[in-house]
């Protein structure tokens, strides 16, 4: 089967300072993988990682400063001008932020129908929407009429799902999308894209901090950090056996039910993100419980452990050099 989306050696640098004293940030650096159809693919990290920088790359809010993005089939190649908006649709954080809280959210709706010419009648708009707000467990009668202020934060995030499955894209981009909505209702969000994965055979990209939602959803993902992509493969294989010092971390990070066991608390942003950024070498040589020496000097290499991608200096000597596919 065929990728509907690819990435290979996508970087973004950023610049910060005046003209004569200026530091080069490489937000996203040299990330690679693919994507098909039916196919969950997670992004993974801390905030500051780069994997919110990488979705915009992709949906085309962020020219990149190197690398290539592919889309489809037809190997359609990027381009600042082109929007590729009925082939890949995104979802974000905050679900009260999508919404004019003036306007009624069924305008949204039927904007996009209009926009896309998705039907010649009001009526069949009305069939088209109602079809859609049921794929995701609303209906056409919950929404007419409201303002965003009469919906719970998890309604209005199913209704902006809802909105992106009106033009039947191949790909969902969720970027962080239960952050913002209740617990309660948060797995049946996951839920819901886990429906729509199977159902419509849509592959999906999933942007998150959560290593739990991220487990349950299956699938393949890649662990990122400042940028670089630190561990990738299937995600029962990386957060039940990670490899990398960062993801064995993130992974004893999440809180266990079992009180007899401490937590270790969530790993937060460190006050020398910048020097992480801007470090030669290993980008987790400064926290590493593992480092070594050659950590602190030179850049790892992903090598391919039964299946895994790891780019640590604990592997590069044991296993020969494999590009991520």
């Known amino acids: ?11 973004k640098v950023f610049h910060r300072g005046s003209l004569l004293a200026r530091d080069r940030i490489v937000a996203v650096d040299s990330v690679s993988f693919t994507m098909r159809r039916g196919e969950v693919f997670t992004l993974a990290g801390e905030s500051g990682c780069g994997k919110s920088t990488t979705a915009r790359m992709i949906l085309g809010f962020e020219q990149p400063t190197a690398g290539e993005i592919v889309y489809g089939q037809d190997e359609e190649r990027w381009h600042p001008k082109v929007w590729y908006t009925q082939r890949i649709q995104a979802v974000f954080q905050n679900p009260f932020e999508t919404f004019n809280p003036l306007r009624k959210v069924e ?34 009668g919950e929404v007419q009429g409201r303002y965003p202020s009469e919906f719970s934060g998890g309604q209005l995030q199913r209704i902006s799902i809802a909105r992106s499955l009106l033009v039947d894209p191949s790909l969902l981009i969720a970027d962080e999308p239960v952050s913002m909505v209740d617990a309660s209702i948060r797995m049946s969000i996951v839920n819901l894209f886990r429906r729509l994965r199977d159902e419509l055979d849509m592959g999906i990209l999933y942007i998150t901090h959560d290593l739990a939602t991220a487990y349950y959803l299956g699938g393949r993902i890649a662990i990122m950090f400042r940028g670089q992509t630190m561990e990738l493969g299937p995600v029962q294989e990386v957060l039940m056996h990670p490899r990398h010092p960062y993801t064995q971390l993130l992974r004893e990070s999440i809180p266990e039910a079992d009180p007899r066991k401490k937590w270790r608390g969530r790993i937060t942003i460190a006050e020398t993100e910048e020097e992480e950024y801007l470090r030669v070498g290993c980008k987790f040589a400064g926290r590493c419980p593992k480092v070594m020496e050659i950590c602190r000097r030179q850049e790892p290499q992903l090598v391919d452990i039964e299946g895994v991608q790891v780019k640590c200096h604990l592997y590069v000597d044991k296993l020969s050099v494999k590009e991520v596919s």
């Open 107 to 140: 305008g949204y709706l039927f904007e996009t129908v209009h926009n896309y010419k998705l039907a010649s009648s009001r009526a069949e708009a009305v069939e088209l929407i109602n079809a859609k707000l049921e794929a995701v467990g609303l209906s056409y």
């Open 1 to 11: 089967m065929q990728p509907i989306l690819e990435t290979r050696s996508l970087t």
